[in-house]
């Protein structure tokens, strides 16, 4: 059984541009949810989609959004980056995001200079 | 005070002994409970996953939740030095958000 996949693994952005992170989740999993990882803050939840809905939203400015295909598969948007959104991001797969366990992708590293 | 709490570390443990992670939390209606380990650079691996009171084993490892007193511990038997890592507590809140722990640095001595 495939895991969960994050592309890419890695990028490297400007101040002012956007960029665009995907995640497969596993298959039969409906929930997805991606979360924001700094050295200083730790781990962050940023929204969660299920059925191409957004259950539930972290506290980050609307810059970051995101959205899900009737597949699962979910992409995140930031845009006008600024150097402070350089993290790792994570996606987590949850056949429900209830009271089911949820799983990482390997992340995407987003370096903004 | 922050709604999942875990002693930072570093945690040394030598080799073979019981490794022994706490995790406090404040939110009463958490539900589900998560232990993830994260080596440096890498995303975070699911240990165990608990939601009823007391204790779920698996292998090496096994988790114990109390609600009343809102806790939950990790437990390591026969430390290895693989197991080495940052562990992550995880607490579900509501639905579909899991809100952690900064983490708690562990170190196994040969």
């Known amino acids: 059984k495939a895991g969960v996949t994050q592309t890419p693994r890695y990028l490297i952005k400007t101040r002012g541009q956007q960029v665009t992170l995907s995640c497969s989740p596993i298959s039969g999993h409906r929930s997805v949810s991606w979360y924001q990882q700094t050295p200083g803050q730790g781990l962050q939840f940023l929204f969660e989609y299920f059925s191409e809905t957004q259950r539930n939203k972290g506290n980050f400015p609307g810059r970051f959004s995101g959205r899900q295909f009737s597949n699962s598969r979910s992409e995140m948007n930031v845009s006008t980056l600024e150097l402070g959104d350089s993290a790792l991001y994570l996606c987590?797969?949850?056949?429900?995001?209830?009271?089911?366990?949820?799983?990482f992708g390997q992340g995407t590293r987003l370096t903004v200079v | 005070q922050k709604e999942v709490e875990q002693n930072s570390g570093p945690l040394s443990v030598p080799e073979g002994a019981i490794a022994s992670l706490n995790c406090t939390y404040s939110d009463r209606g958490s539900q589900s409970f998560f232990w993830y380990r994260q080596y440096s650079g890498k995303s975070p691996e699911l240990i165990m996953f608990i939601y009823s009171n007391g204790d779920k084993e698996d292998g090496r490892f096994t988790a114990q939740l109390n609600k009343a007193s809102q806790y939950v511990s990790l437990l390591i038997r026969d430390s290895q030095p693989s197991d080495s890592a940052t562990y992550l507590c995880?607490?579900?809140?509501?639905?579909?958000?899991?809100?952690f722990g900064q983490g708690t640095r562990l170190t196994i001595n040969p």
């Open positions: 995880a607490v579900r809140q509501g639905a579909q958000k899991l809100v």
């Open positions: 987590a797969s949850s056949f429900d995001g209830l009271n089911t366990e949820a799983f």
